[in-house]
């Protein structure tokens, strides 16, 4: 009886080794404007490059602008590697014909919603990570009239 345990142990072991997944490392980070407010809500995405198939990190935005990265399991951190990043900060509330009006202008800028555009890349290295995301405001909405911004804090 201890030889089929001991053969079966070593079949379920060999048989996980097959399909090992990466090493992970904590990353711990900020979403910031350049003003130094954070981005209070939100989810930040890490992709690593250089991979056969793409692996990507995740992770929610809390209300103080912090972030724990996920790949595998919540808050396991993020592969080794070179990685562009997306961060997605948008209100869900229909289509807003329902609510005209109600929805409040995006304060992020929108080019950060795709990994190809937001022109974000950290390099995480096999050890413990701290990053610092800095993020742009979203264009003022009457950029192009002849009012003055309320906020003359926009980044374009």
């Given at each position: 009886m201890p030889v089929r345990a001991?053969?079966?142990?070593?079949?379920?072991?060999?048989?996980?080794?097959?399909n090992?997944?990466?090493?992970?490392?904590?990353?711990?980070?900020?979403?910031v404007y350049p003003d130094g407010k954070p981005l209070t809500k939100g989810t930040v995405e890490f992709e690593a490059l250089n991979q056969?198939?793409?692996?990507?990190?995740?992770?929610?935005?809390?209300?103080?602008?912090?972030?724990?990265?996920?790949?595998?399991?919540?808050k396991d951190g993020a592969i080794a590697?070179?990685?562009?990043?997306?961060?997605?900060s948008d209100f869900v509330i229909g289509t807003g014909v329902e609510r005209p009006d109600e929805i409040?202008?995006?304060?992020l800028?929108?080019?950060?919603?795709?990994?190809?555009?937001?022109?974000?890349?950290?390099?995480i290295k096999p050890q413990t990570n701290n990053i610092l995301v800095e993020v742009d405001y979203a264009p003022a909405k009457d950029a192009g009239s002849k009012a003055e911004p309320k906020e003359s804090k926009s980044a374009n």
């Open positions: 001991s053969l079966g142990l070593l079949v379920v072991a060999l048989a996980s080794g097959c090992q997944r990466p090493a992970t490392y904590l990353v711990h980070g900020m979403v056969s198939k793409p692996i990507t990190a995740t992770a929610e935005i809390a209300s103080d602008g912090s972030f724990q990265l996920g790949t595998f399991e919540a590697g070179t990685h562009r990043v997306a961060v997605i409040p202008p995006p304060r800028h929108p080019r950060y919603r795709d990994f190809k555009t937001s022109g974000l890349e950290f390099k």
